[in-house]
């Protein structure tokens, strides 16, 4: 049953819902990718310091020293370029510079009370959206204007609804005790961003975090997964192999064959025991190599990944991958400099905060399919932040809101059913300001 703070939130949420869709139709026409969201992040920032939050960003909000994945500094240039040309506030833009996109916005509402953090992911995907007849966001004139990124995964909607809490919470402080941290995180496609600000300290102090995506299991609106399981640590790298080039017929001594190398390390990280304990994977995506047909290749470039049911067993199929990769490299007499460049933690929901999502969805009368068990089976970086909140004796837990989807995620004719802007910021601002009132934990 309702309670009279539940029913100001929805009727809020109503209120701002043809405003909600306009902001995510905003971002999705301007989508930025993976440290490059300086648009995105400065109306964040904007849009905070409206509502009366202390906001940090830049150096403030990240640590530099874990940006995995990072583009160069010419991208980097470029993307805030081009973030202020589209209407990003300048000041902004300097804040974040070098990548760090990162925004927090805090409100403390008394001393009295809990930390509550909701993160919200904003980076778009490196893909080049559709411009066929049928698809809604081109055929309404809101498709991507920049060139290979796509908001093909709902982050565009995802931000919106962090802005949306941010003003229904901001509307309701009078009745709430604690604070809140709203963390709007880049570069969450290939699991990049959040390790930097877990790092950062971001969430130290949080006893409760709440995350959130639109679709992957449930594909219909007004449907609700309280109790998303199984988020499988994972690792990215990229491991470039240094040889030295010589003519293959005339002088092939004199090489050393950095393509054989890689040959062998991909052949070989495929060949990794798995783990007993529990699920264990690797996978070799690319493998470049070489300059001729008639030349000692003398470079190659492998990426890779390796996934676990929980990070003890990543980081065995990670540290196994590492010896093979430098062992390879030895036996051919090759350098190889490897980067990380991703990465995540394996992690489940705190029960009694998935319960307590799922006695929430129960109460509003607002889904058709409220469930309670989902298996994720996949790795998202949030993992990250619920991972720290839960080793400091916090709680956090994931959902998934229903929509219905156009196309798959990732996929260029990517699109969702706007009502889940809603449903979605309903749930988070209810659970949130229930936290906040210490009447449900």
């Known amino acids: 049953m ?3 703070a539940d029913e100001k939130i929805l009727e809020l949420a109503d209120k701002m819902q043809k405003d909600m869709v306009k902001m995510r139709r905003d971002i999705h026409r301007h989508p930025e990718t993976g440290w490059t969201e300086f648009r995105t992040a400065s109306l964040v920032a904007e849009k905070l310091t409206e509502l009366g939050y202390d906001v940090r960003t830049g150096s403030e909000a990240i640590n530099e020293d874990y940006m995995m994945g990072r583009p160069s500094e010419n991208v980097l240039a470029e993307a805030a370029k081009r973030a202020v040309a589209q209407g990003a506030a300048a000041e902004w833009v300097k804040k974040m510079k070098g ?33 066929e007849e049928g698809h809604r966001p081109y055929e309404e004139g809101f498709s991507s204007v920049n060139d290979k990124a796509m908001h093909a995964c709902g982050h565009d909607g995802h931000t919106t609804v962090g802005l949306a809490v941010a003003a229904i919470l901001a509307a309701l402080r009078a009745d709430l005790n604690g604070k809140i941290k709203l963390i709007f995180q880049p570069a969450e496609e290939g699991v990049r961003g959040a390790k930097a600000m877990v790092e950062n300290g971001d969430v130290d102090d949080v006893d409760y975090v709440l995350g959130a995506h639109f679709g992957f299991k449930m594909k219909k609106t007004g449907s609700i997964a309280c109790n998303v399981k199984g988020f499988l640590a994972t690792s990215k790298y990229d491991a470039q192999f240094t040889g030295m080039p010589a003519h293959a017929g005339a002088a092939p001594e004199e090489g050393r064959n950095a393509l054989l190398a890689a040959a062998c390390a991909a052949l070989n990280l495929h060949a990794i025991s798995r783990h007993s304990a529990g699920a264990s994977r690797i996978n070799v995506g690319t493998l470049n190599a070489g300059s001729g047909r008639n030349v000692i290749g003398d470079k190659a470039l492998i990426q890779f990944e390796t996934r676990g049911a929980n990070s003890e067993i990543n980081n065995y199929m990670e540290n196994e991958a590492l010896r093979v990769l430098k062992a390879a490299a030895d036996m051919y007499d090759v350098k190889v400099d490897i980067k990380k460049m991703g990465g995540a933690a394996g992690a489940d929901n705190s029960q009694n905060l998935a319960q307590y999502i799922k006695n929430k969805a129960d109460s509003l009368g607002i889904f058709d399919n409220v469930v309670t068990d989902c298996a994720f089976g996949a790795s998202e970086d949030f993992s990250y932040f619920m991972e720290k909140v839960q080793k400091n004796g ?48």
């Open 99 to 131: 990548g760090m996109t990162g925004v927090i916005g805090t409100m403390v509402f008394s001393q009295d009370g809990p930390t509550v953090a909701l993160r919200f992911d904003m980076d778009a995907n490196d893909v080049l959206e559709t411009t």
């Open 394 to 441: 916090g709680e956090g837990a994931y959902m998934m809101v229903g929509a219905d989807l156009a196309a798959g995620h990732h996929d260029s004719h990517f699109d969702f059913d706007e009502k889940a802007l809603g449903y979605s910021a309903k749930i988070l601002a209810v659970c949130a300001a229930g936290l906040l009132q210490k009447k449900d934990l």
């Open 2 to 4: 309702r309670n009279t």
